[in-house]
T-cell receptor, first 111, second 115 residues
Framework: QKEVEQNSGPLSVPEGAIASLNCTYSDRGSQSFFWYRQYSGKSPELIMSIYSNGDKEDGRFTAQLNKASQYVSLLIRDSQPSDSATYLCAVKMYQGGKLIFGQGTELSVKP | GAVVSQHPSRVICKSGTSVKIECRSLDFQATTMFWYRQFPKQSLMLMATSNEGSKATYEQGVEKDKFLINHASLTLSTLTVTSAHPEDSSFYIC???????????FGQGTRLTVV
């Protein structure tokens, strides 16, 4: 089992719809979870961090964490074409503090 | 802010030569820096973790004699790709973290092409 797993996509949604991105992780001791957005040829940029079970909202973005199920998700409301990118889930490992990335989900928002 | 600067952003080198990539934290002291490699359409793969003043910890499968990492100060880490080959062509990204903090900040990446 990979340490961090995501559906690779591509995920295609129409403009204005909700995009839902999912991620599971294997290390039960992990406490810190991150969502990054990466445009082609660019470095990742941090969108959201979440540390506690439940939802965390920031503008059009909502991160959801369920530690019992080892599951973290990202919802993007009112999706815009500019949201088209690869979204990377990252988990900070309990042992050693390494940040491990999933393979990324490619999101395409169609006008 | 927390700005991490990577240099160069692009480099082309001949097979068999060495290339050095710099990662600098511009406005904070980075006790830990991470080096990642990303091949096209793939995710970031952690290569090594470096702590200031000590030897880097390499991930399994990463050749420490080929990818030399130096973290000599709290604001600078370097990655040297020695005897580069075309299969080393990739996007190399560093990230830096302050002591005791959770978030790490990424540099803009270096596109290495070995011809």
């Amino acid at each position: 089992q990979k340490e961090v797993e995501q559906n690779s996509g591509p995920l295609s949604v129409p403009e204005g719809a909700i995009a839902s991105l999912n991620c599971t992780y294997s290390d039960r001791g992990s406490q810190s979870f991150f969502w990054y957005r990466q445009y082609s040829g660019k470095s990742p940029e941090l969108i959201m961090s979440i540390y506690s079970n439940g939802d965390k909202e920031d503008g059009r973005f909502t991160a959801q964490l369920n530690k019992a199920s080892q599951y973290v998700s990202l919802l993007i409301r009112d999706s815009q074409p500019s949201d088209s990118a690869t979204y990377l889930c990252a988990v900070k490992m309990y042992q050693g503090g390494k940040l491990i990335f999933g393979q990324g989900t490619e999101l395409s928002v169609k006008p | 802010g927390a700005v991490v600067s990577q240099h160069p952003s692009r480099v082309i080198c001949k097979s068999g030569t060495s290339v050095k990539i710099e990662c600098r934290s511009l406005d904070f002291q980075a006790t830990t820096m991470f080096w990642y490699r990303q091949f096209p359409k793939q995710s970031l793969m952690l290569m090594a973790t470096s702590n200031e003043g000590s030897k880097a910890t390499y991930e399994q499968g990463v050749e420490k004699d080929k990818f030399l990492i130096n973290h000599a100060s709290l604001t600078l880490s370097t990655l040297t790709v020695t005897s580069a080959h075309p299969e080393d062509s990739s996007f190399y990204i560093c990230s830096a973290r302050r002591s005791g903090e959770i978030e790490a900040f990424f540099g803009q990446g270096t596109r290495l092409t070995v011809v």
